[in-house]
């Protein structure tokens, strides 16, 4: 792998996810704690574990309602899983991100025939999930990103992205920059989520994941970008000195891939497709 170019992040990796080949890396396997990058995993295991019941619905409970950013939950809504998923990756939901964890927890238990806490059970599922995508330094304690020791490395958050940034059931969540919700429940709503990944939009991306601790001035970003090739480029920032530098260092990432690896340049007549509101 090549040296990336200048960035602000203080850990890098680069992946072609299609050909497994590490393009940059720079201290790509000292452990961070990777916040609400969490939520890839937690996302991962849903699609994994019900992908085939996006329509089944929640009630939201009252101990759903975690600090921090939120996808507007409130208790009694009626959502749809797939909504969950929305507000865990397009604006990071810790609340959408529990709830997936205790309809999903609870259904692993039932299959294992079995009494317990349906989060911890969903925990336990993901750290299964990040094992079986080849990692080792990877573990977490919530389904959300808040527990210090939800840790990982760049070169194993890309490892993870090279499939989850392909998988076809998630990939929708990223397409659109804004999605209309229609909450059932005592106060039914229509709700419009705007994505809070500032990359989304811009031309060939196809999936992103921030992971910020404003207070601590900690900024992670993991993205998908699909080069003109049309292969799928896994790119991992991790600790960038602030919100707008993770920006930054990506678009920087981006702009020398294919003058380095002439191999992603366009093939004649390509146009890069972006995402964009949905309705």
Same mark, same amino acid.
């Given at each position: 792998?090549?040296?990336?170019?200048? !960035?602000? *992040?203080?850990?890098?990796?680069?992946?072609?996810?299609?050909?497994?080949?590490?393009?940059?890396?720079?201290?790509?396997? =000292?452990?961070?704690?990777?916040?609400?990058?969490?939520?890839?995993?937690?996302?991962?295991?849903?699609?994994?574990?019900?992908?085939?019941?996006? &329509?089944?619905?929640?009630?939201?409970?009252? &101990?759903?309602?975690?600090?921090?950013?939120? *996808?507007?939950?409130?208790?009694?809504?009626?959502?749809?899983?797939?909504?969950?998923?929305?507000?865990?990756?397009? !604006? #990071?939901?810790?609340?959408? #991100? !529990?709830?997936?964890?205790?309809?999903?927890?609870?259904?692993?238990?039932?299959?294992?025939?079995?009494?317990?806490?349906?989060?911890?059970?969903?925990?336990?599922?993901?750290?299964?999930?990040?094992?079986?995508?080849?990692?080792?330094?990877?573990?977490?304690?919530?389904?959300?990103?808040?527990?210090?020791?939800?840790?990982?490395?760049?070169?194993?958050?890309?490892?993870?992205?090279?499939?989850?940034?392909?998988?076809?059931?998630?990939?929708?969540?990223?397409?659109?920059?804004?999605?209309?919700?229609?909450?059932?429940?005592?106060?039914?709503?229509?709700?419009?989520? =705007?994505?809070?990944?500032?990359?989304?939009?811009?031309?060939?991306?196809? &999936?992103?994941?921030?992971?910020?601790?404003?207070?601590?001035?900690?900024?992670?970003?993991?993205?998908?970008?699909?080069?003109?090739?049309?292969?799928?480029?896994?790119?991992? !920032?991790? *600790?960038?000195?602030?919100?707008?530098?993770?920006? =930054?260092?990506?678009?920087?990432?981006?702009? *020398?891939?294919?003058?380095?690896?002439?191999?992603?340049?366009?093939?004649?007549?390509?146009?890069?497709?972006?995402?964009?509101?949905?309705?």
């Amino acid at each position: 792998p090549l040296v990336p170019p200048k !960035v602000t *992040a203080a850990s890098v990796f680069v992946l072609n996810a299609d050909t497994g080949q590490t393009l940059y890396a720079k201290n790509a396997d =000292k452990s961070y704690h990777i916040l609400s990058l969490t939520k890839l995993v937690t996302g991962y295991v849903l699609v994994q574990r019900r992908g085939g019941q996006p &329509a089944d619905t929640v009630r939201i409970e009252q &101990a759903h309602l975690r600090p921090g950013s939120t *996808a507007g939950l409130r208790k009694d809504d009626v959502r749809t899983l797939q909504d969950l998923l929305y507000g865990a990756m397009l !604006v #990071s939901g810790n609340d959408a #991100s !529990v709830a997936i964890a205790d309809h999903v927890g609870a259904a692993l238990l039932a299959e294992d025939g079995k009494q317990g806490d349906p989060i911890k059970r969903f925990v336990q599922e993901m750290g299964t999930a990040a094992k079986s995508l080849g990692t080792k330094q990877t573990k977490f304690a919530d389904p959300y990103g808040l527990a210090p020791s939800n840790v990982s490395t760049a070169r194993e958050i890309g490892r993870m992205g090279g499939t989850i940034f392909r998988d076809a059931r998630l990939l929708p969540a990223w397409q659109c920059t804004e999605r209309r919700l229609k909450i059932g429940g005592p106060k039914p709503r229509t709700v419009t989520l =705007k994505s809070t990944i500032e990359i989304l939009g811009e031309p060939g991306i196809v &999936a992103g994941k921030t992971g910020s601790h404003a207070g601590k001035s900690v900024y992670n970003l993991a993205t998908g970008w699909r080069a003109p090739n049309g292969q799928t480029i896994v790119i991992v !920032v991790l *600790a960038s000195t602030s919100n707008a530098a993770r920006y =930054k260092d990506t678009r920087a990432i981006i702009a *020398a891939l294919p003058q380095d690896f002439p191999e992603l340049a366009a093939p004649a007549g390509y146009t890069a497709s972006a995402a964009r509101p949905c309705p």
